[in-house]
Structure formats: C-alpha cells, structure tokens
C-alpha cells in the first residue's frame, strides 16, 4: 500500500508540472494588460510601461515561468498584482467558505443520488424509476446559475425563509452558518446529483441481474438487506468513481456558485482575478483546484480495496 501511495504520489508530479506549464502559458498569450489595468485610464503610455517594468511583466517568458514556479516549489505562489499581498495568504483567507459549501453540495449530492439510484433500480421500469430518471435528466440539463436564481425567487424572496446572499463564518455560530449555506448547497448538490444517481441506477441494475443477488432473494433475506449489504457494496467502485468525478464538476461550479450568491471563497476570488487580469492570484487558485482533485482521485483509488477485497496494492 505505502509504495502505491509513493508511486501514485510521484506520478502526479508530471501531470502538476503539465498544469502549471499550460496555466502559465495560456495566461501569457491572454490578451490584456495588467498595468493598464492598475494605472487606470488616464494613465500614460510611460506610466503604464514603467509600471510593467516594476512589476516584471516586461520580462521574456522563459524568465517569468522560471521565477514563478522557483517560488511554487519553495510555497511561494507569488504576490497579488492589485492587493500586493502573497497570493498563498489570499486562498488561505479564502479556503473556508469554499471548503464548506463543497463539502456540503457533496454530502447533499451522494444523501440524494445514492437511495434514488437504489430505489429507481429496484423499481427498473416503474412509476419510480420514471420519476427518478426525470429528476436525474432534469437536474444534469440545468445550468447551476439557472438553478441558483429559482432557489432564491422561491425560497428567499417569495417564501423568505433563508437569506438570498452572503456567508457567516461558522466560528459566527452554526446557525448563521448553515442559513446561508443552505442556498448555495443545494443548487451544487442537486446538479452533481443527477449524475450520480444515473451511475447509480446503471451500476445497480447490473448487479441485481447477476445470480448471487438472486440466491439472496431465494433465502428470503430482506429486500433492504439485499439492496444494501450485497447489491450496493458490489457496485460500489463504479459508484465512489463518480462521486470523484463530482468533484471535479463541484470545482466549477463552485466558480459560479459563489459569484451568485456573493461568496467570499476562491471562486469568487478566481473571478475578481480574471477581471483584473491578476495573473498570479489565477494561477495559484488554478494550482490549488488542480491539487485537490488530483488528491482526491488518489484517496478514491486507494478505497476501491475497501469494497472489493480482490484489489490488493
């Protein structure tokens, strides 16, 4: 298991080092200027070039790339073009909001998915399974800002039940906390719950056919007992596969998600970034997203062991 683990660990270097290349790459080549930017508009041309000059963007490509990831493999991801503070104490300030509304779109999502997939697999071809589907195409075809409006005209403004923007700290109190994480939660977590609920389904139904599950029934074991116990743990790996895959569209989704409800995370500052063309503070939330989804895909690998003994690393 520890020289997996060290083997999958050095593998992610290459794919990192991919990233960072192509980030920095794109960045460069996007049309826009910085110091035109900060210098506002009734700058002059020598301002502005003076400015480049003392922020360094009038240096060869090869020069800025070399500087910048010397400083990523010391932790330095750089220092913010606008607010001129390092650009690892801006996630940092950021990282909560961001953390909780993802782990709670995630929990929404796999609460959701998981018993509607078992259920509409179990009922395959019913008033259910109908339904459920419906539910499944329905929520994957919406955009989440779509979905994010009707949440809050239905909820906060008409029944004025949650607040319509905003984030409290949970240090504030829990309350607070989750009335304003509510919103924002579930528009993420219905969207990836349709996925999931399909693999679900799919995965289930595939399971249920095969004669093992059949011998359950024929010794009478209860249905939760078969659905639960020997059905869904056998379908599990496809399942957490797709959980993992979630995250991925929860890593975009948190981009919007927090412009519409107002925020305070790393989307939102993702999107202030690229407004302002703040080129170090894009490319390191850019490295961080990518971090974390290259982690997660290898703590979801090392599971698949859990649910099927027949894996051995």
Do not use: C
């Amino acid at each position: 298991m520890l020289a997996l683990v060290i083997r999958r660990i050095l593998a992610t270097i290459p794919v990192m080092a991919v990233v960072a290349i192509i980030v920095f790459s794109l960045l460069y080549l996007t049309p826009g200027d910085p110091a035109a930017v900060l210098a506002g508009e009734q700058a002059s041309i020598e301002d502005i070039n003076r400015l480049r000059s003392t922020l360094g963007l009038d240096q060869p490509f090869l020069v800025r790339f070399s500087q910048w990831i010397g400083g990523v493999f010391q932790g330095d991801l750089g220092i913010s073009i606008f607010s001129q503070r390092p650009v690892m104490e801006l996630i940092v300030q950021r990282l909560e909001p961001t953390i909780a509304l993802t782990v709670a779109s995630l929990f929404i999502a796999v609460t959701i998915a998981v018993p509607l997939g078992v259920i509409a697999a179990w009922r395959a071809g019913g008033l259910i399974d109908r339904m459920a589907m419906s539910f499944a195409v329905l929520g994957f075809s919406i955009p989440v800002f779509v979905l994010s409006y009707i949440l809050i005209a239905v909820v906060s403004v008409d029944l004025k039940l949650l607040p319509v923007q905003g984030y409290v700290p949970i240090a504030y109190g829990i309350g607070p906390f989750l009335e304003h994480l509510i919103l924002p939660a579930l528009s993420l977590g219905i969207i990836n719950a349709a996925l999931i609920a399909r693999i679900t389904r799919t995965t289930m139904l595939e399971v249920l056919n095969q004669d093992y599950i059949r011998a359950a029934r024929a010794k009478g074991l209860s249905v939760r007992r078969v659905l639960i116990r020997h059905a869904l743990k056998n379908a599990a790996i496809p399942i957490v596969t797709v959980i993992g895959i979630s995250f991925a569209l929860l890593i975009s989704g948190v981009v919007v998600t927090e412009t519409v409800f107002n925020i305070p995370g790393l989307g939102r500052l993702t999107v202030d970034a690229i407004l302002r063309r703040d080129y170090p503070v894009i490319q390191g939330v850019i490295l961080v997203f990518s971090a974390t989804y290259v982690v997660v895909n290898l703590l979801i690998d090392l599971s698949y062991s859990l649910f099927d003994p027949r894996i051995k690393y």
